[in-house]
């Protein structure tokens, strides 16, 4: 599986970006499905996660209300939509997928498979 994340960019305080990630093939019923990012001198951190068929969602507690993650399975695409932006959002994102996720590992980076180059996301004050 390859993913291909695009999306970001430079945006003001209280600005919003969507970020959007192509899978090459269909993982929406079979994957977890992540955002991840990793601000410059930081281990890279979880920030919202889908399941298999897209039963559940999470987000961290920092984004939590300011974060909305989506797909289309048609496009074989995710999504996550970015409001009101603070400059701690600062970070690069990675999109990330796993087949063997369960519910207790989703917070883990190492627990996924594919990896997107990651887009970079950069929040003025």
């Known amino acids: 599986v390859q993913l291909q994340a695009s999306g970001g960019g430079l945006v003001q305080a209280g600005g919003s970006l969507r970020l959007s990630c192509a899978a090459s093939?269909?993982?929406?019923?079979?994957?977890?499905m992540g955002w991840f990012r990793q601000a410059a001198g930081k281990e890279r951190e979880f920030v919202a996660v889908?399941?298999?068929?897209?039963?559940?969602?999470d987000y961290a507690a920092s984004v939590k209300g300011r974060f909305t993650m989506s797909r289309d399975s048609a496009k074989n695409t995710m999504y996550l939509q970015m409001n009101t932006l603070e400059p701690g959002d600062t970070a690069v994102y990675y999109c990330?997928?796993?087949?063997?996720?369960?519910?207790?590992?989703?917070?883990?980076?190492?627990?996924?498979?594919?990896w997107g180059q990651g887009t970079l996301v950069t929040v003025s004050s």
């Open positions: 990330a997928t796993s087949v063997r996720a369960i519910w207790s590992t989703r917070l883990d980076p190492n627990a996924y498979d594919y």
């Open positions: 889908v399941t298999r068929g897209g039963g559940s969602t």
């Open positions: 093939a269909r993982t929406f019923s079979s994957h977890y």
